[in-house]
Protein backbone atom coordinates (compact mmCIF):
# COMPACT_ATOMS: atom_id res chain seq x y z
CA UNK A 1 0.00 0.00 0.00
CA UNK A 2 1.42 3.41 -1.17
CA UNK A 3 1.55 6.25 1.29
CA UNK A 4 -1.56 7.70 -0.13
CA UNK A 5 -3.29 6.73 2.64
CA UNK A 6 -3.08 10.27 4.82
CA UNK A 7 -3.87 8.79 8.22
CA UNK A 8 -2.61 5.51 7.78
CA UNK A 9 1.02 6.03 5.74
CA UNK A 10 2.63 2.85 4.88
CA UNK A 11 0.36 0.44 5.33
CA UNK A 12 2.59 -3.22 5.29
CA UNK A 13 0.57 -5.80 4.27
CA UNK A 14 0.28 -8.57 7.31
CA UNK A 15 -2.05 -11.30 6.10
CA UNK A 16 -5.96 -11.39 4.22
CA UNK A 17 -8.67 -11.90 6.79
CA UNK A 18 -11.54 -12.46 3.98
CA UNK A 19 -12.41 -12.42 0.51
CA UNK A 20 -14.97 -10.98 -0.60
CA UNK A 21 -16.87 -10.64 -4.25
CA UNK A 22 -15.81 -7.31 -5.11
CA UNK A 23 -12.47 -7.38 -3.11
CA UNK A 24 -10.50 -8.98 -0.04
CA UNK A 25 -9.92 -7.88 3.35
CA UNK A 26 -6.47 -7.69 4.62
CA UNK A 27 -4.23 -6.59 7.97
CA UNK A 28 -1.45 -4.37 8.26
CA UNK A 29 0.42 -2.18 10.17
CA UNK A 30 0.01 1.16 9.95
CA UNK A 31 3.61 3.18 10.53
CA UNK A 32 1.65 6.44 11.00
CA UNK A 33 -1.01 5.36 13.49
CA UNK A 34 1.78 2.34 15.38
CA UNK A 35 -0.80 -0.02 15.05
CA UNK A 36 -2.50 -2.93 12.83
CA UNK A 37 -5.42 -2.26 11.07
CA UNK A 38 -7.64 -4.06 9.03
CA UNK A 39 -8.20 -2.76 5.03
CA UNK A 40 -10.98 -3.45 3.08
CA UNK A 41 -9.64 -3.56 -0.36
CA UNK A 42 -12.23 -3.05 -3.51
CA UNK A 43 -11.47 -3.30 -6.87
CA UNK A 44 -13.89 -1.24 -8.95
CA UNK A 45 -12.86 -3.10 -11.87
CA UNK A 46 -14.55 -6.40 -10.55
CA UNK A 47 -17.91 -4.69 -9.48
CA UNK A 48 -21.66 -4.60 -10.82
CA UNK A 49 -22.71 -1.08 -11.73
CA UNK A 50 -25.41 -1.32 -9.14
CA UNK A 51 -22.72 -1.72 -6.45
CA UNK A 52 -20.29 1.00 -7.91
CA UNK A 53 -23.39 3.63 -8.59
CA UNK A 54 -25.59 2.93 -5.00
CA UNK A 55 -24.47 0.58 -2.64
CA UNK A 56 -20.77 1.83 -2.60
CA UNK A 57 -21.15 5.71 -2.26
CA UNK A 58 -23.47 4.89 0.48
CA UNK A 59 -21.76 2.79 2.21
CA UNK A 60 -18.37 5.87 2.06
CA UNK A 61 -21.36 8.03 3.64
CA UNK A 62 -22.49 6.47 6.12
CA UNK A 63 -19.28 4.96 7.48
CA UNK A 64 -17.59 8.69 7.33
CA UNK A 65 -20.17 9.65 9.68
CA UNK A 66 -20.14 6.92 12.42
CA UNK A 67 -18.90 7.40 15.76
CA UNK A 68 -19.78 4.99 18.48
CA UNK A 69 -17.72 2.22 20.35
CA UNK A 70 -19.64 -0.77 19.29
CA UNK A 71 -19.24 0.24 15.85
CA UNK A 72 -15.91 -0.44 14.04
CA UNK A 73 -14.02 2.61 13.60
CA UNK A 74 -13.39 3.89 10.24
CA UNK A 75 -10.11 5.75 10.07
CA UNK A 76 -9.86 6.65 6.34
CA UNK A 77 -11.40 6.20 3.37
CA UNK A 78 -9.06 6.64 -0.01
CA UNK A 79 -9.81 5.99 -3.81
CA UNK A 80 -6.52 4.93 -5.95
CA UNK A 81 -5.99 6.56 -9.51
CA UNK A 82 -6.19 2.76 -10.48
CA UNK A 83 -9.49 2.45 -9.31
CA UNK A 84 -9.32 0.69 -6.04
CA UNK A 85 -10.87 1.82 -2.89
CA UNK A 86 -9.12 1.13 0.69
CA UNK A 87 -11.05 1.53 3.75
CA UNK A 88 -9.07 1.56 6.42
CA UNK A 89 -10.52 0.43 9.78
CA UNK A 90 -9.83 -1.06 13.68
CA UNK A 91 -8.85 -4.43 12.99
CA UNK A 92 -10.70 -6.40 16.17
CA UNK A 93 -8.63 -9.11 16.84
CA UNK A 94 -10.76 -12.05 18.18
CA UNK A 95 -12.55 -11.98 14.83
CA UNK A 96 -16.17 -12.10 13.59
CA UNK A 97 -18.90 -13.23 16.17
CA UNK A 98 -19.32 -16.36 14.19
CA UNK A 99 -16.31 -18.02 14.37
CA UNK A 100 -15.98 -17.18 17.99
CA UNK A 101 -19.51 -19.09 18.52
CA UNK A 102 -18.24 -21.94 16.23
CA UNK A 103 -15.21 -22.40 18.49
CA UNK A 104 -17.41 -22.59 21.69
CA UNK A 105 -20.27 -24.44 20.50
CA UNK A 106 -22.61 -21.62 22.57
CA UNK A 107 -21.84 -19.05 25.09
CA UNK A 108 -22.47 -18.41 28.35
CA UNK A 109 -25.68 -16.67 29.28
CA UNK A 110 -24.17 -14.13 30.96
CA UNK A 111 -21.66 -12.98 28.38
CA UNK A 112 -23.95 -13.40 25.61
CA UNK A 113 -26.20 -10.81 27.47
CA UNK A 114 -22.68 -8.17 27.92
CA UNK A 115 -22.38 -9.16 23.65
CA UNK A 116 -26.04 -8.36 23.01
CA UNK A 117 -26.12 -5.07 24.86
CA UNK A 118 -23.29 -3.76 23.37
CA UNK A 119 -25.76 -4.80 19.84
CA UNK A 120 -28.56 -2.58 21.36
CA UNK A 121 -26.53 0.45 22.13
CA UNK A 122 -24.69 -0.07 18.22
CA UNK A 123 -28.41 -0.51 16.93
CA UNK A 124 -29.84 1.95 18.75
CA UNK A 125 -27.42 4.68 17.80
CA UNK A 126 -27.48 3.56 14.03
CA UNK A 127 -31.25 4.12 14.25
CA UNK A 128 -31.17 7.67 16.22
CA UNK A 129 -29.25 8.93 13.07
CA UNK A 130 -31.65 7.61 10.54
CA UNK A 131 -29.41 4.38 9.65
CA UNK A 132 -30.60 0.86 9.08
CA UNK A 133 -27.52 -1.62 8.96
CA UNK A 134 -30.15 -4.30 7.11
CA UNK A 135 -27.52 -7.19 7.08
CA UNK A 136 -26.87 -8.00 10.86
CA UNK A 137 -25.66 -10.85 11.27
CA UNK A 138 -22.66 -12.97 13.22
CA UNK A 139 -20.29 -12.87 10.38
CA UNK A 140 -20.80 -8.99 10.27
CA UNK A 141 -20.51 -8.39 14.29
CA UNK A 142 -16.58 -8.67 15.40
CA UNK A 143 -15.01 -8.92 19.21
CA UNK A 144 -11.75 -6.35 19.96
CA UNK A 145 -9.37 -7.58 22.56
CA UNK A 146 -11.29 -7.08 25.27
CA UNK A 147 -14.12 -9.13 23.78
CA UNK A 148 -16.28 -5.54 22.65
CA UNK A 149 -18.88 -6.46 20.08
CA UNK A 150 -18.46 -4.33 17.24
CA UNK A 151 -20.98 -3.98 14.47
CA UNK A 152 -18.65 -3.68 10.94
CA UNK A 153 -19.67 -4.06 7.11
CA UNK A 154 -22.28 -1.81 6.18
CA UNK A 155 -22.58 -2.47 2.34
CA UNK A 156 -26.36 -2.91 2.36
CA UNK A 157 -27.24 -0.16 5.00
CA UNK A 158 -29.84 2.66 3.99
CA UNK A 159 -30.46 6.25 4.86
CA UNK A 160 -33.91 6.30 6.38
CA UNK A 161 -36.16 9.13 4.88
CA UNK A 162 -40.02 10.49 6.22
CA UNK A 163 -43.29 11.41 4.61
CA UNK A 164 -45.49 12.78 7.00
CA UNK A 165 -43.75 11.29 10.48
CA UNK A 166 -43.47 7.63 8.95
CA UNK A 167 -40.46 5.97 7.57
CA UNK A 168 -40.81 5.12 3.84
CA UNK A 169 -40.70 1.47 3.54
CA UNK A 170 -37.71 0.29 1.59
CA UNK A 171 -38.18 -2.17 -1.19
CA UNK A 172 -34.70 -3.63 -1.65
CA UNK A 173 -35.00 -7.34 -0.43
CA UNK A 174 -31.44 -7.65 0.88
CA UNK A 175 -29.61 -9.22 3.46
CA UNK A 176 -28.91 -13.04 4.19
CA UNK A 177 -31.98 -15.37 4.32
CA UNK A 178 -31.00 -16.97 8.12
CA UNK A 179 -31.28 -13.58 9.46
CA UNK A 180 -34.13 -12.30 7.54
CA UNK A 181 -37.39 -10.94 8.47
CA UNK A 182 -40.34 -12.20 7.35
CA UNK A 183 -41.27 -9.53 5.20
CA UNK A 184 -38.39 -9.41 3.65
CA UNK A 185 -38.14 -13.00 2.73
CA UNK A 186 -41.93 -12.22 1.51
CA UNK A 187 -40.95 -9.35 -0.81
CA UNK A 188 -43.14 -6.57 1.10
CA UNK A 189 -42.22 -3.80 1.78
CA UNK A 190 -40.73 -3.04 4.82
CA UNK A 191 -39.42 -0.59 7.84
CA UNK A 192 -35.47 -1.75 8.23
CA UNK A 193 -35.58 -0.82 11.48
CA UNK A 194 -37.83 -3.30 12.75
CA UNK A 195 -36.17 -6.12 9.96
CA UNK A 196 -32.92 -5.44 11.89
CA UNK A 197 -34.49 -6.07 15.53
CA UNK A 198 -35.54 -9.23 14.06
CA UNK A 199 -31.94 -10.28 12.43
CA UNK A 200 -30.90 -9.35 16.00
CA UNK A 201 -33.60 -12.08 17.37
CA UNK A 202 -31.54 -14.33 15.48
CA UNK A 203 -28.03 -13.53 16.54
CA UNK A 204 -29.21 -14.07 20.17
CA UNK A 205 -30.18 -17.29 19.47
CA UNK A 206 -27.15 -17.93 17.36
CA UNK A 207 -25.14 -16.49 20.57
CA UNK A 208 -26.72 -18.91 23.36
CA UNK A 209 -27.71 -22.18 21.06
CA UNK A 210 -24.70 -22.20 18.71
CA UNK A 211 -27.84 -22.72 15.87
CA UNK A 212 -30.44 -20.15 14.22
CA UNK A 213 -33.86 -20.69 15.20
CA UNK A 214 -35.08 -21.26 11.37
CA UNK A 215 -32.54 -23.56 10.13
CA UNK A 216 -34.25 -24.12 6.70
CA UNK A 217 -31.99 -23.91 3.09
CA UNK A 218 -35.44 -23.71 1.33
CA UNK A 219 -36.38 -20.15 1.71
CA UNK A 220 -40.07 -20.54 1.25
CA UNK A 221 -40.30 -23.19 3.85
CA UNK A 222 -38.25 -21.06 6.09
CA UNK A 223 -40.62 -18.33 5.74
CA UNK A 224 -43.52 -20.72 6.18
CA UNK A 225 -41.82 -21.46 9.47
CA UNK A 226 -41.60 -18.19 10.62
CA UNK A 227 -45.20 -17.34 9.83
CA UNK A 228 -45.88 -20.26 12.17
CA UNK A 229 -43.22 -19.29 14.68
CA UNK A 230 -41.98 -23.05 14.33
CA UNK A 231 -38.89 -22.92 16.57
CA UNK A 232 -37.81 -24.70 19.44
CA UNK A 233 -35.49 -23.87 22.46
CA UNK A 234 -33.06 -26.66 22.70
CA UNK A 235 -32.83 -28.20 26.72
CA UNK A 236 -28.35 -27.87 26.04
CA UNK A 237 -27.45 -25.88 26.69
CA UNK A 238 -29.45 -24.51 29.51
CA UNK A 239 -30.98 -20.75 29.17
CA UNK A 240 -33.34 -18.56 31.31
CA UNK A 241 -37.10 -17.94 30.34
CA UNK A 242 -36.16 -14.14 30.41
CA UNK A 243 -34.08 -14.75 28.19
CA UNK A 244 -36.02 -17.02 26.12
CA UNK A 245 -39.14 -14.78 26.53
CA UNK A 246 -36.75 -11.85 24.66
CA UNK A 247 -36.08 -14.13 21.77
CA UNK A 248 -39.69 -14.95 21.18
CA UNK A 249 -40.84 -11.80 21.69
CA UNK A 250 -38.43 -10.35 18.98
CA UNK A 251 -39.26 -13.01 16.08
CA UNK A 252 -42.52 -12.22 15.76
CA UNK A 253 -43.76 -12.47 12.59
CA UNK A 254 -46.18 -9.51 13.17
CA UNK A 255 -44.47 -6.64 12.51
CA UNK A 256 -46.45 -4.42 14.75
CA UNK A 257 -46.27 -7.07 17.96
CA UNK A 258 -42.46 -6.94 17.40
CA UNK A 259 -40.00 -4.89 20.32
CA UNK A 260 -37.81 -1.72 17.94
CA UNK A 261 -36.82 0.91 17.97
CA UNK A 262 -38.74 3.33 20.91
CA UNK A 263 -38.19 0.41 23.02
CA UNK A 264 -34.35 1.23 23.19
CA UNK A 265 -34.27 3.25 25.89
CA UNK A 266 -34.36 2.96 29.78
CA UNK A 267 -38.18 3.52 30.47
CA UNK A 268 -41.00 1.16 29.93
CA UNK A 269 -41.29 -2.70 31.30
CA UNK A 270 -40.65 -3.65 27.56
CA UNK A 271 -36.97 -1.97 27.21
CA UNK A 272 -33.94 -4.12 25.98
CA UNK A 273 -30.89 -4.36 28.01
CA UNK A 274 -29.16 -1.17 27.14
CA UNK A 275 -27.76 0.10 30.61
CA UNK A 276 -26.32 -2.80 32.96
CA UNK A 277 -25.06 -1.95 36.54
CA UNK A 278 -22.95 -4.87 36.93
CA UNK A 279 -20.45 -5.35 34.62
CA UNK A 280 -21.22 -9.29 32.63
CA UNK A 281 -18.14 -11.80 32.52
CA UNK A 282 -15.28 -12.59 30.53
CA UNK A 283 -16.49 -15.40 28.15
CA UNK A 284 -15.82 -18.85 29.57
CA UNK A 285 -14.78 -22.20 28.32
CA UNK A 286 -17.39 -24.99 27.14
CA UNK A 287 -21.45 -24.03 26.74
CA UNK A 288 -23.00 -21.42 28.93
CA UNK A 289 -25.38 -22.02 31.81
CA UNK A 290 -28.76 -20.65 32.92
CA UNK A 291 -27.96 -17.45 34.57
CA UNK A 292 -30.74 -14.75 35.06
CA UNK A 293 -29.35 -11.69 33.36
CA UNK A 294 -32.14 -9.54 34.03
CA UNK A 295 -32.91 -9.37 30.58
CA UNK A 296 -35.69 -7.03 30.24
CA UNK A 297 -33.96 -4.26 32.14
Same mark, same amino acid.
Given at each position: ?21 ? @? ?54 ? &? ?40 ? #? ?78 ? @? ?27 ? #? ?10 ? &? ?12 ? &????? &? ?13 ? #? ?21
Amino acid at each position: FSGDLKTVGEAEYKGRLGQGMF @GEVVKAYSTQMKKMVAIKVTDISKCTSVYIEKFLPHEKGVLETLDHPNIVKTHEIF &ESPKGTVYMVMELCVKGDLLNYINSKLALPERFSHKLFSQLC #RAVEYLHSRNVAHRDLKCENLFLDAKYNLKVGDFGLSKTLTYVDGRVVLSRTFCGTSLYAAPEVLHSIPYDPKVSDVWSM @GVVLYMMLYGSVPFNCSNVKKQAQLQKKR #RFNFPKDPPVSP &EAKDLIRRILHPIV &EQRPY &EQHFGDSGKEKLPFN #RKKPPAEPGSGRGGAICCDWLG
